[in-house]
């Protein structure tokens, strides 16, 4: 099985391809949830679309060490670990109407090197984006309230933090920005 394209209206199941080390690509469009550790471990795959109704379960493509590309356009929730140690994940582009950001979503991933948390996300969990050692750039969306315990953490190359235009940020949590570039 070398790529999936899923357009249906119900939910792809909990480890539905979890450990296909031939899975090169997928694009899920459907109108439910991708369930817990649905993709978890697929080597090789390489690129993926989301833009569903649903949310995106815990781990559900965690470990997958050759993803340098997610597209997330859904409507829910990016569940914890998500995509936490896709150690060749580049880009992550997060569209307009994710709601929030479980702990250790991103954790781990070391290539990614620019992140754009959208005006829709207010909450991000703990650990997030931490120990992307090559993320340089962040930009929070308007509606975040918190910068939660360690969500930067071990960020050696962070040096921009950029806010949207009308930010209501309350509070930065311990060690939020600890070992990072930030002067």
């Keep these: 099985l070398a790529s999936v394209e899923i357009s249906n209206n119900g939910n792809v199941g909990i480890y539905a391809f979890n450990g296909c080390t031939s899975l090169n690509s997928a694009t899920i469009s459907n109108n439910g949830d991708i369930g817990e550790r649905a993709f978890s471990g697929c080597t090789t795959l390489a690129s993926v679309e989301i833009s569903n109704n649903g949310n995106v ?50 954790y781990g991933c070391s290539k990614l090197s620019e992140i754009v948390i959208p005006d829709a996300v207010t909450a991000i969990g703990s650990n ?56």
């Design 57 to 106: 379960g815990i781990y559900a493509f965690n470990s997958c060490t050759s993803l340098n590309s997610a597209t997330i356009s859904n409507n829910g929730y990016i569940g914890d670990y998500a995509f936490s140690d896709c150690s060749s994940l580049i880009t992550a582009t997060l569209g307009d109407s994710i709601a929030s950001i479980g702990a250790s979503a991103f």
């Design 128 to 183: 997030v984006f931490r120990n992307c050692t090559s993320l340089e750039t962040v930009t929070i969306g308007n509606q975040v309230t918190d910068i939660s315990a360690s969500m930067f953490a071990g960020c050696t190359m962070l040096k921009t933090i950029n806010l949207g235009a009308n930010p209501i940020l309350k509070s930065i949590g311990e060690d939020a920005f600890a070992s990072t570039a930030l002067t």
